[in-house]
T-cell receptor, first 111, second 114 residues
Framework: GEDVEQSLFLSVREGDSSVINCTYTDSSSTYLYWYKQEPGAGLQLLTYIFSNMDMKQDQRLTVLLNKKDKHLSLRIADTQTGDSAIYFCARGSGATNKLIFGTGTLLAVQP | NAGVTQTPKFQVLKTGQSMTLQCAQDMNHNSMYWYRQDPGMGLRLIYYSASEGTTDKGEVPNGYNVSRLNKREFSLRLESAAPSQTSVYFC?????????????FGEGSRLTVL
């Protein structure tokens, strides 16, 4: 199957760390992606990880990939109110040139 | 940089009316996509065009048609709108030569069918 699953909602306090989780069923993707959608806007690429990596760090963002468990996570350190958005994980779909998206996780940051 | 441009941004239709959503990209990308976004459902692929001259069905194609007019433009048509097609529609494009294969999205078209 092509399912990509995420929890729907996460609430954190400003300054805390946020961890958004994603699981997938098909492990053939070369890249896995995290997209951010701010209110009323389209999606923008936040970060990505190559499938032969376990971890990628980019400033406040850390992506962890557990290929055995088919689990991807996004950690946001020192979460700010400007991080409030919907976060989507996505993976490529083999040779068909499609991206398969998860359901999205709404991150609410409380001041 | 315009990127991916969608029109219209908002539209209200009555059941049975038809309309076309327009999308254009200026990044010389080969592949273009139409997604719909509904609460709790994430993004679902309606149709895509891997290259100029080809189109393929995605997860939820029923009730829609598409036209890849040229390399830049990919339109989505609702022939007879239904309330179940109330949604936010996103067009996206993707280059396939090298790079990481990210999708670039338009800002969305919010459609309400009464």
């Amino acid at each position: 199957g092509e399912d990509v699953e995420q929890s729907l909602f996460l609430s954190v306090r400003e300054g805390d760390s946020s961890v958004i989780n994603c699981t997938y069923t098909d492990s053939s993707s070369t890249y896995l992606y995290w997209y951010k959608q701010e209110p009323g806007a389209g999606l923008q690429l936040l970060t990505y990880i190559f499938s032969n990596m376990d971890m990628k760090q980019d400033q406040r963002l850390t992506v962890l990939l557990n290929k055995k468990d088919k689990h991807l996570s996004l950690r946001i350190a020192d979460t700010q109110t400007g991080d409030s958005a919907i976060y989507f994980c996505a993976r490529g779909s083999g040779a068909t040139n499609k991206l398969i998206f998860g359901t999205g996780t709404l991150l609410a940051v409380q001041p | 940089n315009a990127g991916v441009t969608q029109t219209p941004k908002f539209q209200v239709l009555k059941t049975g009316q038809s309309m076309t959503l327009q999308c254009a990209q200026d990044m010389n990308h080969n592949s273009m996509y139409w997604y719909r976004q509904d609460p709790g459902m994430g993004l679902r692929l309606i149709y895509y065009s891997a290259s100029e001259g080809t189109t393929d069905k995605g997860e939820v194609p029923n009730g829609y048609n598409v036209s890849r007019l040229n390399k830049r433009e990919f339109s989505l048509r609702l022939e007879s709108a239904a309330p179940s097609q109330t949604s936010v529609y996103f067009c996206a494009s993707r280059g396939t030569s090298g790079g990481i294969g990210e999708l670039f999205f338009g800002e969305g078209s919010r459609l309400t069918v009464l």
